[in-house]
């Protein structure tokens, strides 16, 4: 590659836009676009997919830089040399090489989450999580044995100046390793961002992300993907229902109308789940709506989890929520998988 790999915990930014013509968009809609892209295994057909959905802001995870599995290419630069935009990468893990990764999943390089704008990127923030369920520097952790990296999950945040308005994008991708509880906190801690955002005067966000929503099925089964008291207490959902229907129905009334500050009170549920207050409060819904229904929605339905026509693990793991923005029309692509694990999701919208 030549260039020297991002760290750990930095965000890198280049622009590829034609400065010198006018930024061609929309004149009434904008474009959102949300894409786990697997570490960009099948870059030239994720890169002729983006051409054809030209969204005019996209938010994209599993971005691989200088990983032999992935070609030891820049998957997030190529892709936004290609489309000619505004590129934002932030480093989660430095992937290390090691004799017990395969092939496929063998490092070399660094992993992260990207933004990617037709417009300007007028700052640029990391959400912190409050917990993280895997230690990915400390060796004797089980997974980091098996998956050697170090770094650890955090959240993008751009403020991008689209048309008419500034609009905040957060590009998340929430622990797998974990259980549904983890992913709460981390959830709440996204809202309590947004909420900071919101109070600076910017009411128009965006929370796009692979939140690993897969607590159900088969996968209630695996210690690994379910690990906390959660895994059987929702039986009949999955957890991207759960997510629907027990945390984003419940609204912060601060934020939300009809407005009633006085009225506050932590998430029940959440309350009952066994968090603490501070969590049950953070994650209190601040305005946002998903397009994408729960219900009807699969992003991920792994083939290594089918039984005949029976899907054991698959779900919305995908997620599009959206603060005063006026939603025209949605899309679901690459539902065949044979780009990415993930399909992606599409919204056009407005304020």
Known sequence: MGERLPSPGSILQRDYRDLQTPTPHRSETLRLLQWNIERGYKLPGIIEELKQIDAD?????????????????DTGNEIAKALGLNYAFFCEFEELRSPL????LQGGGVHGNAILSKFDILDLGLVQHSVHPVDWNKAEE??????PRRGERAVLRARIAAPGTNLVVYCAHLEVFCGALVRMRHLADIFNDARSQIDQGCPRIAILGDMNTMAHGVARLSPSYCCDRM??????????????????????PRYSEPYAADALAPNPHILAWGLPPQVALGALNPGFSDPFDARNTVTLDNPKYRWGPWSLMAGKLDWMMLRQLVVHSTSLGNQGYGLSDHAWLCADVSV
Not at 101 to 104: A, F, K, Q
Not at 142 to 147: F, G, I, N
Not at 232 to 250: A, C, H, M, N, Y
């Open 57 to 73: 802001v996209i938010a994209l995870q599993e971005v691989d830089i200088g990983c032999e599995r992935s070609g030891s290419l």
């Open 101 to 104: 990764r395969t092939p496929e």
């Open 142 to 147: 089980p997974r980091a044995r098996l998956e």
């Open 231 to 252: 895994r059987f207490r929702f039986l009949g959902s999955t957890e991207g229902e759960v997510w629907q229907d027990k945390i984003l129905s419940v609204p912060d």
